[in-house]
T-cell receptor, first 111, second 112 residues
Framework: GQQLNQSPQSMFIQEGEDVSMNCTSS?????WLWYKQEPGEGPVLLIA?????ELTSNGRLTAQFGITRKDSFLNISASIPSDVGIYFC???????????FGEGTQLTVNP | DAGVTQSPTHLIKTRGQQVTLRCSPK?????VSWYQQALGQGPQFIFQ???????QRGNFPDRFSGHQFPNYSSELNVNALLLGDSALYLC???????????FGPGTRLTVT
């Protein structure tokens, strides 16, 4: 089956720093989604990407759909303490609508 | 506008028992997907329901079954529970014509 490799596994940063994380796949995806999950809650959708090369922003978050369609990137600018959580990438196969998730990036922001 | 809701929040069952988890989709959504999230891992797709039919299935045994009702709500049933079934079970809803899935808070299942 398809696998998503998400890196880094964890990040410890100071408030105000920028953050970058990425996902790579062994197969092509038609859609990339980025989610954030906090303890005791379900994942919350942050950004959806639909076209290769697409760059989309949501406030301080910016995500890109890689041109090979096998990778995606998420950047967070000027991090704040409420950015703490686990960030997941998810890809949708070329057929169907099931999502395949990465292993997550645990983000810790020190005030 | 109500989001995705799931019940119960937590559940403790004994190995070999059966369990039913429930999900109500976001208002206006017609498709429900179920995911299993083990501790420290990303969600794994179990199956998806649309128009009361199983539309797509992940790599889970037949012990995992589901149902969708005419009001689009859904149930996940797991028979003959194993210790390894302990996980957070997430329900996500969407429109069949779109690919953005919105998750509920999950049901934490513990099998002892």
């Amino acid at each position: 089956g398809q696998q998503l490799n998400q890196s880094p596994q964890s990040m410890f940063i100071q408030e105000g720093e920028d953050v970058s994380m990425n996902c790579t796949s062994s197969s092509i995806f038609n859609t990339w989604l980025w989610y954030k999950q906090e303890p005791g809650e379900g994942p919350v959708l942050l950004i959806a990407l639909y076209k290769a090369g697409e760059l989309t922003s949501n406030g301080r978050l910016t995500a890109q759909f890689g041109i090979t369609r096998k990778d995606s990137f998420l950047n967070i600018s000027a991090s704040i303490p409420s950015d703490v959580g686990i960030y997941f990438c998810a890809g949708r196969e070329t057929s169907g609508s099931r999502l395949t998730f990465g292993e997550g990036t645990q983000l810790t922001v020190n005030p | 506008d109500a989001g995705v809701t799931q019940s119960p929040t937590h559940l403790i069952k004994t190995r070999g028992q059966q369990v039913t988890l429930r999900c109500s989709p976001k208002s206006g959504h017609d498709t429900v997907s179920w995911y299993q999230q083990a501790l420290g891992q990303g969600p794994q797709f179990i199956f998806q329901y649309y128009e009361e039919e199983e539309r797509q299935r992940g790599n889970f045994p037949d012990r995992f079954s589901g149902h969708q009702f005419p009001n689009y709500s859904s149930e996940l049933n797991v028979n003959a529970l194993l210790l390894g079934d302990s996980a957070l079970y997430l329900c996500a809803s969407s429109l069949v014509s779109e690919y953005e899935q919105y998750f509920g808070p999950g049901t934490r299942l513990t099998v002892t």
